[in-house]
């Protein structure tokens, strides 16, 4: 245990609406034991901001600033994408780390984000053994994509979830008054580009009380032409419409997206767009309904104003057990959600060593996809359906979410020399 | 008046997150006065229902289903795009509403739509003057695209605002978060093809407590390519990023939209995307800053969950307006929103003639667009503003919105005759 020193905490990759959620547990949690945890320092722009001692002083945020941070989406110190390399093929990274650390008295490092973060924080953690570095590394899982092994789910995805639902959900009523003249086909495009847990979030738009036909394409399920067509023609004849749900990572047999079918603009560029578009021309083509399609791309992951509260309450309590996982001595490891039961959705806090986090996707299981490889089983919806219970207002001023924007104030700097990234 | 009579209601044009309000203003209205309105039939599919004689007994659902129209979004009925000729051009069509209307003892005449529907809707006022049938025809204003002279703001769009300005706030603060070594700028299309309305509301993201920097492309003005790249370049150069909200209408100086960019597919056939990507490429081959797009589309509009409450609120005061009106006698008019002040925003019902809201389009006041036509004015924002604010949530179950889906029984045909569209 480091009484008295410092903390850091950075925000790493794409970043989600709860990720700040995760941010105000580990604060508000830190604060609470100012006996062992003197200031948290948050890396401006991710771990970047540690390489380039670029450090934000979080203790000169107010309180309510911080708690704030719980409703707020975004990285509210700076994301990036930057992946720190092995310990042995670049070294002089890790130990400018150790550099910037022992300047400004860090001993614990609290990283949150997803598979390749864990993998970084791994290494960091080992910087005691293998470097002679005191600290205590802890990840804290992020990622919309619930790629993380162990954990029942990834904080971020619950919010993305509950946003497809919704938004799919909506968009087929309306298509549904359309269909009689005019629109027939409503395609929304949703991130996942290797697995489609988000893409079969939006089959939980349709349930026992909303018979809406939608047919979902997963990455997981190479993409078979005919009988999607026949799919959607046969909904089409039986609902008088039809909602799809398109993966980004949807792909051809070949391996090829759907997104790359070779759409060229006057200059010849490739591809300006997405599947959602691909897939609606081709039920044009096909069978000529009109069609609407979107593509939702960062709202999704952005949509604070319809979080998860299930997704918001873990994203805090897994910030809150890793500073209280730190502060009992741990070291590589994540705080982890450990489901106890589906209806009532039961969980609790569980532990995971990082090694067995780093570098594994979890991956859609096959019996969570229909046999026609265009749905969700039961399974699948007794898994999905208690990450979105729940709402989690933000407040309003003026008609819009108040989000909050931090102050950011710099830690002064020691060592102040360049380091190139 | 015709006391006892019955009355027909339809859907019409594009639905709203809010015109299932305004059928509930009518019908919960029509309810109360049952000496004077003994059923309300809805037309299945809007005016179709009219001439197929397709009709729906409102009567068969119940108050809480009744009730719950306020909170769910599309058109209940179904809606059609479907627009009726001139009386003298086709005579035969209006013939066979009167002998429709004269089976089931008509006697109200409800149109829930846009400018064209009021055309309809005007139209159907004259069938007791010019063929003799006696009704009472009001309009009930609807459209997201806020393009109806008279009325301060038409239903839909105070909701289709909120969702556009909420998004872009949101969107806003993930690419800023993710700027530093990834996305730099982010695009949003937006609908409104001739009038710039919801283009403006994402102005809104961006206020004194967020500086946001966002470039719009309005319809209403003429695209000029090097302006806007030297606009984005700037903000990116200031902010470290830049977001764009580009309305389905911009345009290039000769009138051919962003969108029709000359994109093909592999097949050859034009245009699979919207003005986004286009606009999000152009960015990028010019500046070189990586991008992200969303397409909006219904999602815009089916927003239910997001819906503003000044918007929810005026779309039932609306429909029971029409319902009043149509009870002391009126006929040929629309109720609309009559603005008092802006700040406290303060409103009332006024009544318009239907002869001037026919076919005239309330475009944007110069006045609202800032001189180098990329953002909106203060003057825009007191208008703006008062339209998206309060917040009406429907109910949830299992995470998502609960809507509803009326049984819509049919009323007994009568004629049971054939009738050609």
Same mark, same amino acid.
């Given at each position: 245990?480091?009484?008295?020193?410092?903390?850091?905490?950075?925000?790493?990759?794409?970043?989600?609406?709860? $990720?700040?959620?995760?941010?105000?547990?580990?604060?508000?949690?830190?604060?609470?034991?100012?006996?062992?945890?003197?200031?948290?320092?948050?890396? %401006?722009?991710?771990?970047?901001? /540690?390489?380039?001692?670029?450090?934000? !002083? +979080?203790?000169?945020?107010?309180?309510?600033?911080?708690?704030?941070?719980?409703?707020?989406?975004?990285?509210? =110190?700076?994301?990036?994408?930057?992946?720190?390399?092995?310990?042995?093929?670049?070294?002089?990274?890790?130990?400018?780390?150790?550099?910037?650390?022992?300047?400004?008295?860090?001993?614990? *490092?609290?990283?949150?984000?997803?598979?390749?973060?864990?993998?970084?924080?791994?290494?960091?953690?080992?910087?005691?053994?293998?470097?002679? *570095?005191?600290?205590?590394?802890?990840?804290?899982?992020? @990622?919309?994509?619930?790629?993380?092994?162990?954990? !029942?789910?990834?904080?971020?995805?619950?919010?993305?979830? #509950?946003?497809?639902?919704?938004? @799919?959900?909506?968009?087929?009523?309306?298509?549904?008054?359309?269909? #009689?003249?005019?629109?027939?086909?409503?395609?929304?495009?949703?991130?996942?580009?290797?697995?489609?847990?988000?893409?079969?979030?939006?089959?939980?738009?349709?349930?026992?009380?909303?018979?809406?036909?939608?047919?979902?394409?997963?990455?997981?399920?190479?993409?078979?032409?005919?009988?999607?067509?026949?799919?959607?023609?046969?909904?089409?004849?039986?609902?008088?419409?039809?909602?799809?749900?398109?993966?980004?990572?949807?792909?051809?047999?070949?391996? &090829? *997206?759907?997104?790359?079918?070779? +759409?060229?603009?006057? =200059?010849?560029?490739?591809?300006?767009?997405?599947?959602?578009?691909?897939?609606?021309?081709?039920? #044009?083509?096909?069978?000529?309904?009109?069609?609407?399609?979107?593509?939702?791309?960062?709202?999704? %992951?952005? /949509?604070?104003? $319809?979080?998860?509260?299930?997704?918001? !309450?873990?994203?805090? /309590?897994?910030?809150?057990?890793?500073?209280?996982?730190?502060?009992?001595?741990?070291? /590589?490891?994540?705080?982890?959600?450990?489901?106890?039961? !589906?209806?009532?959705?039961?969980?609790?806090?569980? &532990?995971?060593?990082?090694?067995?986090?780093?570098?594994?996707? #979890?991956?859609?299981?096959?019996?969570?996809? @229909?046999?026609?490889?265009?749905?969700?089983?039961?399974?699948?919806?007794?898994?999905? @359906?208690?990450?979105?219970?729940?709402?989690?207002?933000?407040?309003?001023?003026?008609?819009?979410?108040?989000?909050? +924007?931090? &102050?950011?104030?710099?830690?002064?700097?020691?060592?102040?020399?360049? *380091?190139?990234?």
């Amino acid at each position: 245990m480091s009484a008295g020193k410092n903390a850091f905490y950075a925000q790493s990759g794409g970043v989600t609406a709860v $990720i700040n959620a995760s941010a105000c547990g580990v604060i508000e949690t830190a604060r609470i034991h100012k006996d062992k945890i003197a200031n948290v320092y948050a890396g %401006r722009n991710g771990i970047i901001g /540690a390489l380039t001692e670029d450090l934000i !002083d +979080t203790g000169q945020e107010s309180d309510s600033d911080i708690a704030a941070l719980r409703h707020t989406p975004s990285g509210a =110190f700076g994301s990036c994408r930057y992946k720190l390399k092995g310990l042995e093929e670049n070294r002089e990274q890790y130990e400018r780390l150790i550099e910037v650390f022992k300047a400004h008295n860090i001993g614990y *490092f609290f990283y949150n984000g997803g598979g390749d973060s864990a993998d970084t924080c791994h290494k960091v953690s080992q910087l005691s053994e293998k470097m002679g *570095f005191p600290i205590q590394a802890i990840h804290v899982p992020k @990622t919309v994509d619930n790629d993380l092994p162990i954990t !029942d789910v990834c904080p971020g995805f619950g919010s993305v979830a #509950k946003y497809i639902a919704t938004s @799919t959900r909506e968009a087929s009523f309306d298509v549904c008054s359309m269909a #009689k003249t005019s629109t027939k086909v409503f395609v929304i495009e949703v991130m996942g580009r290797h697995a489609g847990w988000i893409a079969a979030a939006g089959g939980l738009a349709a349930d026992k009380h909303n018979p809406i036909p939608i047919v979902i394409l997963f990455p997981e399920v190479e993409f078979d032409q005919q009988a999607f067509l026949n799919k959607v023609k046969q909904n089409v004849e039986q609902y008088g419409y039809c909602s799809i749900v398109v993966s980004e990572g949807a792909h051809w047999p070949d391996g &090829k *997206f759907l997104a790359e079918q070779g +759409t060229r603009d006057a =200059f010849g560029h490739a591809q300006l767009g997405g599947a959602a578009p691909v897939v609606a021309n081709m039920v #044009k083509d096909a069978l000529g309904y009109k069609y609407h399609w979107a593509v939702a791309d960062y709202l999704q %992951r952005a /949509a604070r104003h $319809i979080a998860s509260k299930t997704d918001v !309450d873990q994203a805090y /309590a897994l910030g809150k057990a890793a500073v209280e996982m730190a502060i009992n001595g741990d070291n /590589a490891v994540m705080p982890a959600i450990v489901r106890k039961s !589906d209806e009532p959705y039961v969980w609790e806090i569980g &532990k995971a060593k990082l090694e067995d986090v780093a570098n594994v996707e #979890k991956m859609m299981p096959k019996e969570f996809i @229909t046999e026609d490889g265009f749905g969700i089983t039961d399974a699948c919806r007794r898994y999905l @359906t208690p990450l979105i219970v729940g709402e989690d207002y933000p407040p309003y001023e003026n008609g819009l979410p108040k989000y909050v +924007t931090l &102050k950011n104030k710099p830690v002064e700097k020691i060592l102040n020399t360049d *380091f190139q990234l």
